[in-house]
């Protein structure tokens, strides 16, 4: 099924859930035991970093250790499939993000994600932001996009890999503007970032939450958010939309 551009993008940063088949979670008792908490990343990046801290939160709650258990690889689908194969107790969750939906229309994958996984809650929203290394030449979205267009292949987009956020904000943008960079996919934000600030690569569609305090110490140069709006964590810093008509990446 082909969706609208917006529909498609306009997807929760994360959220959590849990086999289909299980209802312990409604238990009054539950949980008697650790939980396991499936995060389909590396650590250090966003998805990462929520799932730690709602452990935490959970624990602290619940009175039981609910455990981070990092499986990166294929964009979050090995997670994904560990999750599906566990037993549907209420004792392995899975934390969701966008690949784990571009994935599911993409390739032919041994679970089916709408069938055999149940959505427990969402729990972030997560804006993307267009930055660079202080070092490159451009220092709005116009200009980037002028410097790219007379450097066509020679700009490295980072991501945190195939089908993530960043990486569809950045099709996107390509799309739109008629640009073209090479994508450079990464096992989470910590690994793509460590490069744009070492300058390996130029540009990364990067969540807020990641890159908000290098952007804050000036290590980053912020061009624009992908929201239609102005951020309320950069206020200063404009939308894409604002040069490029009609562009909006809301997950």
Do not use: C
């Not at 250790?65 to 560990?82: H, Q, R, T």
């Not at 969750?93 to 966008?98: H, I, Y």
């Not at 149940?118 to 410097?147: C, H, L, Q, W, Y």
């Not at 912020?222 to 490029?244: C, H």
Request: proline share 10%; charged share 15%; aromatic share 8%.
């Amino acid at each position: 099924m082909k969706l609208p551009r917006r529909t498609f993008l306009h997807l929760a940063a994360g959220a959590t859930a849990l086999p289909a088949a299980s209802r312990i979670a409604y238990a009054l008792d539950y949980p008697t035991g650790p939980v396991r908490l499936l995060v389909g990343f590396a650590p250090g990046g966003p998805p990462d970093i929520l799932a730690r801290l709602m452990g935490q939160w959970l624990s602290e709650r619940l009175g039981q250790p609910f455990v981070v258990e990092n499986k990166p690889g294929a964009s979050g689908s090995i997670a994904a499939e560990a999750a599906v194969k566990a037993p549907a107790d209420g004792y392995t969750l899975l934390m969701v993000a966008l690949p784990d939906a571009v994935n599911a229309t993409l390739y032919n994958l041994n679970y089916n994600f709408i069938r055999d996984i149940a959505p427990v809650a969402g729990i972030s929203r997560d804006p993307d932001v267009m930055v660079v290394n202080p070092s490159f030449p451009a220092k709005t979205v116009p200009e980037f996009i002028s410097f790219a267009k007379a450097n066509s292949g020679k700009i490295n987009m980072a991501s945190p890999g195939v089908g993530s956020s960043p990486h569809m904000a950045g099709e996107l943008f390509k799309f739109m503007t008629g640009i073209d960079m090479t994508h450079v996919a990464y096992h989470s934000s910590a690994p793509a970032l460590t490069d744009l600030l070492g300058g390996q690569v130029q540009v990364y569609f990067a969540p807020i939450s990641a890159s908000i305090e290098y952007i804050r110490a000036d290590r980053l140069r912020a061009l624009a958010v992908t929201t239609a709006a102005r951020a309320d964590a950069l206020p200063n810093i404009p939308p894409v939309g604002d040069f490029v008509p009609g562009y909006e990446v809301v997950r």
